[in-house]
């Protein structure tokens, strides 16, 4: 018989001792929901279709109104069982858009008659079917959009084309110019680029900014001790991009991956997985309506993101005591001793979760950027600290 590919903490972590010592579990408020399976671009770093899990052959392509419904009715049910003042329901995919106009109406419409708290949606698109009727229609929903983007056409042409081969750059840009005009504005979330150390971190900052996003999320590739990072050099591509920001004259965006950063810094809660302590929130559904976790966790092993639950027989409250989502709520002390004698442990939170997988013992690792994450969280420290001084040496009586 083959090893588990994740004793810890399928087999390892005691949920019921974790429970018994006191340590409670923190509902979900983030519904990461599939909408729709299958995509118009064929990314060449997509987790969902080009790592270790191709389950989504099996997944319907969209998903059915039935199981829109229930999904729906167990949102309510956790948002009323836990007094939840609000919720954030992300659509997702495959290509979310995909799904058709009409859908998405029908879908917003079921959740915000249903659920007894306040539902924001958004959607995370690739950006290319972005015009005027979609967009008229995601306005009026209130659905706010985030678009994926790795910079100018040559970065972009790298990685995101059609499966035909051709660069989706102009179709985006041509979508993002709607986005961003008096119309869509305010539905406009921001820009989601993936870190290509093989890009020009400057030009690809600059190439983000042309298209005013009201924010920028900087992600690192999808990686683990077992299928180690393409390139290296992540902590300088970063730390280019960060003292560009920081030392802007006035504030150009909102970079979140920095601004959680200085939050942590400063001894302020945080709220972007994959940095501090915090636990995690975050449930996925996919189109046939299991329950999943992380889903970034398919780029680990096949199986790795799985709950055993169903919309449709299980509440959200069923997955809360899985080991995975114990696991991923339990902050320091999901993490190896080495993160827990890190002086910034509390800012990195030992990093993304899926980063932590090695094959045959699982997720209590330290993050495989661990190095890259420790000198970009030292400069950004020491950056901001040495500004505090300056400041407090001004403001102090003479």
Known sequence: MSPHPAPWPLLNLDVAAVRGAGHEPVPFQQFIVKVHSRCNLSCSYCYVYEMADQAWRQQPKRMSRPVAAKMAERIAEHARRHDLP??????????????????????ASALRARVPAQVNIGVQTNGTLL????????????????????GDAEA?????????????????????????????RDIYAGLLCTVDVGNDPLATYEALLR???????????????????????????????????????AQETRIRMFSEMIQLILGQPGAVEGLG???????????????????????AYPGAADTGRHVLTDSFDAVLDHPTTVARQLGAQALPAECQACPVMTICGGGLYPHRYRAGSGFRHRSVYCADLLRLITHVRDRVGADLNLLTTALSPR
């Open 211 to 249: 298209f005013r996003p009201p924010a920028i999320d900087l992600l690192l590739p999808h990686a683990n001790w077992s299928c180690p990072p393409p390139g290296s050099g992540y902590a300088d591509w970063l730390i280019a991009v960060f003292d560009r920001w920081y030392g802007a004259p």
């Open 131 to 150: 015009r005027p009727p979609l967009l008229d229609t995601l306005a009026e929903l209130g659905i706010r959009v985030g678009v994926s983007l790795d």
């Open 277 to 299: 302590l915090q636990p995690s929130t975050l449930v996925v559904i996919e189109t046939d309506g299991t329950i999943k976790q992380l889903d970034s966790l398919s780029s």
């Open 86 to 107: 609000s919720v954030e329901v992300i659509l997702h995919g495959g290509e979310p858009l995909l799904a058709g106009r009409q859908w998405l109406t029908d879908l």
């Open 156 to 184: 972009t042409g790298r990685h995101r084309v059609y499966a035909n081969g051709r660069n989706s750059y102009a179709d985006v840009a041509d979508g993002l110019a709607l986005l961003d005009s008096p119309g869509y």
